[in-house]
């Protein structure tokens, strides 16, 4: 009769145990299935649970008799381990299985926390723009088109910008004019990145537009205290060049003499205008050759030299093209160059004495080409000569001839 009240009492008591470990096991797929969310969503939300689903499963083991059921098994969540910070730390191979411990838990939330303070202020700024709300611009919805270079700034786009958000009442619509943050890049080859306009108004703004010939996009946003964003807002502009500037069409004045060559700047006789914003790239396209044998061009620097072939006569004249391209700030164009003819002048030598001490004489005659001599000179035919007249240039060979004829006559006339 005792045994059998002794296993009526048994039989309730087991039942309890069995509950109590249902209860332990549900407990540890609960803390599991609360560890999985956080691996899953990477939080710290996901982390702060986790902790109180083991502080209750914790709680709960100590309220229920331990003697009762047996020893609960321990609970262990593995964290993900934060990225390797340090050069010299080293990240386990991926796919090997990670010890854990109960002295692991409070070393992983730690890296996990140091990871997220490295984060850096743009990825910051990008999650806290995807929790605030995006509204588009309601002005201005296209750029300016038509724009054409005049030496001022041209900001692309008509008054002020506009977009409408939320009122304070949560229900209706209000304007939202500003502060608006502006930025202006280059694209499309063109180089253009001036700093952004922060929290700026249409001058401030136009302090920043461009102002030289290309293509743009001006981008609006807001600064990053307010409670919302912009949608995509980038417009697109171009200013084209202005037309080709008035030049001057320059005239030269060449030698009428074979071989004779001369240069002029260009560059300097056309008056080109100071905002060109680069170029021009010069270059001869066509010439005529009455007088001319050549005509080029530097086509940087802007120098035409010029060489004529003598004997046109002066009355001969020739015309030179030259092509302006590549004017940052204006179309291409082209200036006509006219050219005439001049004798060249004779050359005078007095002061002529040969190394004797024959008495001086003196010589004119045409040059070669354009030579340049010096007083000074000794010429083939021992004379010292002195240069004077309006070019310095070295007398040709008639006029050696004619010296040592002259020598001959005075030799002659003293033996008589």
Do not use: W
């Amino acid at each position: 009769m005792m045994s059998s009240n002794n296993r009526s009492i048994d039989r309730p008591i087991a039942h309890c145990h069995a509950r109590l470990r249902a209860q332990a096991t549900l407990l540890v797929c609960i803390a599991t299935l609360a560890f999985a969310t956080f691996v899953l969503l990477g939080a710290d939300d996901a982390l702060a649970q986790d902790q109180q689903d083991i502080s209750d499963v914790d709680a709960i083991t100590a309220e229920a008799p331990k003697d009762a059921f047996g020893e609960l098994p321990s609970v262990h969540l593995e964290e993900k381990a934060a990225p390797s910070l340090g050069a010299q730390s080293e990240s386990p191979a991926a796919g090997t299985p990670t010890a854990v411990t109960e002295a692991d838990t409070p070393a992983s939330k730690g890296a996990v926390e140091a990871a997220k303070d490295a984060t850096d202020s743009t990825t910051g700024a990008i999650v806290a723009a995807a929790n605030k709300p995006a509204y588009k611009l309601t002005h201005p919805k296209c750029a300016d088109t038509g724009l054409v270079y005049d030496g001022t700034r041209q900001q692309g786009y008509s008054g002020v910008p506009v977009t409408r958000i939320p009122a304070d009442n949560g229900t209706d619509e209000m304007d939202y004019n500003g502060p608006f943050d502006v930025e202006y890049k280059g694209i499309n080859g063109t180089v253009y990145n001036p700093p952004k306009a922060l929290s700026a108004g249409y001058q401030q703004i136009n302090t920043h537009a461009p102002i030289n010939a290309g293509t743009y996009q001006v981008v609006f946003t807001v600064p990053e205290d307010q409670s919302f964003t912009l949608e995509p807002n980038r417009l697109e502009f171009s200013i084209a060049k202005a037309p080709a500037p008035a030049l001057s069409q320059p005239s030269v004045t060449l030698f009428d003499a074979p071989g004779s060559v001369m240069a002029f700047d260009l560059a300097r006789m056309i008056n080109l205008p100071s905002d060109l914003n680069g170029g021009p790239v010069y270059a001869v396209t066509a010439y005529t050759a009455n007088g001319l044998t050549t005509a080029s061009i530097d086509s940087a620097t802007g120098e035409l030299t010029l060489t004529s072939k003598g004997g046109a006569g002066l009355a001969a004249s020739d015309t030179v093209t030259v092509a302006l391209a590549d004017m940052g700030n204006y179309e291409d164009t082209a200036v006509q160059v006219n050219v005439s003819y001049k004798a060249k002048p004779a050359a005078t030598i007095s002061g002529a004495q040969s190394n004797d001490d024959t008495p001086q004489t003196t010589c004119q005659t045409a040059p070669p080409g354009n030579l340049l001599a010096h007083t000074g000179d000794t010429t083939p035919s021992g004379l010292i000569v002195a240069v004077t007249g309006v070019a310095a240039l070295v007398a040709g060979a008639s006029c050696a001839l004619a010296l040592r004829a002259s020598r001959r006559q005075l030799r002659d006339s003293k033996r008589r």
